[in-house]
């Protein structure tokens, strides 16, 4: 098998916070915990739960912008643990990122054309008539017309400006583009047409992609393996179609049923249970054992078959 595009090993954070700045107690708020994937290369791989259950802290650790503990490898290449300044540009190139709101994204005081320009720019790259030509293909690639290079962000639709900024994380031909909640400040029919920008793209390019949302229908519509996240733990990972079709993590059965493909609402968030399953507070299927023994992700699927990995106790080794 072909070296995997992207390798992440136990990886954890935790954020340091002081209440009343400089002079209050600091607390250590845990978030990602023991996360381990590997993504293929050219391979769109999804990130799905909730609010709040670390899935923009999984993508910032993969685009380096804060520090962990643990390895990414991207493309053979390790990354540095320490955050942003000691990211390397070599690994910067091969990452790029298109978020939420694509309005504050990009300087609202540049033309168009410029802004596409500027990452070839910071890394040396072609001349100016080359780096012209390339702003003009990267507009058509993204589905727009080579006369928006004047126009400034601030006058285009929501879905105009998230083209513009999928324009530029592309710009540099990086390997991997993260794409966090990208599609959920549009309205459903925009949010389709960027979606299929994004598969667009990834046939012609063979771009991977880390593709995170809230919302399983929409992951399930773009992903070829999803990873459902619980309190900064995968709680399941497989292929699109078996944590779909088959949802074995009674978490991943409440995405499913939920008509909106949105994570049901946590009526007060519990506390993770000692030891125990972080999510038997809300199961409706947990027994004494789930309270008591932490369980660690496990294959499920029959020999043969691609993996299915569940943290559950319902499913003993
Ligand atoms: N810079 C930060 N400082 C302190 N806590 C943070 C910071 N960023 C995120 N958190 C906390 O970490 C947890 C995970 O956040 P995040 O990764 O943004 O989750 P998601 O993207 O799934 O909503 C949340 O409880 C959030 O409040
Ligand atoms: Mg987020």
Same mark, same amino acid.
């Not at 229908?217 to 497989?238: F, N, P, W």
């Given at each position: 098998? *072909? ?12 954020? =340091? ?17 023991? &996360?381990?994937?590997?993504?293929? !290369? ?23 912008? &804060? ?6 490898? +991207?493309?053979?290449? =390790? ?33 168009? $054309? ?7 720019? &910071? ?5 100016? !008539? ?15 017309? #080579?006369?928006?290079?004047?126009? =400034? ?8 400006? !998230?083209?513009?900024? &999928? ?66 733990? +995968? ?11 088959? #949802? ?10 939920? *008509? ?15 030891? $125990?399953?972080?999510?038997? $507070?809300?199961?409706? =299927? ?8 932490? !369980? ?5 699927? #029959?020999?043969?078959? *691609? ?11």
């Amino acid at each position: 098998m *072909a070296e995997p595009l992207v390798v992440i090993q136990n990886l954890s954070n935790a954020y =340091r916070t002081r209440a009343y700045g400089a002079f209050g107690k600091e607390t250590v708020k845990p978030v990602l915990d023991h &996360i381990t994937l590997e993504i293929g !290369q050219g391979e769109i791989f999804g990130v799905v739960g909730e609010s709040g259950c670390g899935k923009t802290s999984l993508g910032n650790s993969l685009l380096g912008l &804060i520090e962990y503990e643990g390895t990414i490898i +991207i493309d053979g290449l =390790r990354q540095n643990p320490h955050g942003r300044l000691r990211r390397s540009k070599e690994l910067s190139r091969k990452v790029q990122a298109v978020f939420q709101d694509p309005g504050s994204a990009l300087n609202p005081a540049k033309p168009i $054309g410029w802004l596409l320009e500027e990452p070839l720019k &910071i890394h040396g790259i072609g001349t100016k !008539q080359e780096r012209l030509q390339k702003a003009d293909a990267m507009l058509r690639l993204v589905g727009l017309d #080579p006369g928006y290079k004047t126009r =400034r962000i601030q006058e285009l639709s929501g879905g105009q400006k !998230q083209r513009v900024c &999928i324009g530029c994380a592309l710009m540099l031909e990086p390997k991997l583009l993260v794409a966090d909640e990208a599609v959920s400040s549009l309205d459903v029919s925009v949010g389709a047409q960027i979606l299929n920008l994004f598969l667009n793209l990834h046939q012609r390019l063979g771009l991977g992609m880390f593709f995170i949302s809230h919302n399983l229908h929409v992951v399930y519509h773009i992903c070829d393996r999803i990873a459902v996240m619980y309190q900064g733990q +995968i709680v399941e990972l497989g292929t699109a179609q078996a944590v779909y079709s088959q #949802p074995a993590h009674p978490y991943t059965q409440a995405l499913v049923e939920a *008509a909106s493909g949105q994570p049901p609402e946590d009526p007060r968030p519990e506390p993770p249970a000692r030891g $125990g399953c972080r999510f038997a $507070g809300r199961c409706p =299927r947990k027994s004494r054992c789930c309270t008591e023994t932490e !369980q660690e992700l496990r294959n499920i699927a #029959p020999p043969g078959e *691609a993996p299915q990995e569940v943290r559950c106790g319902l499913f003993p080794a």
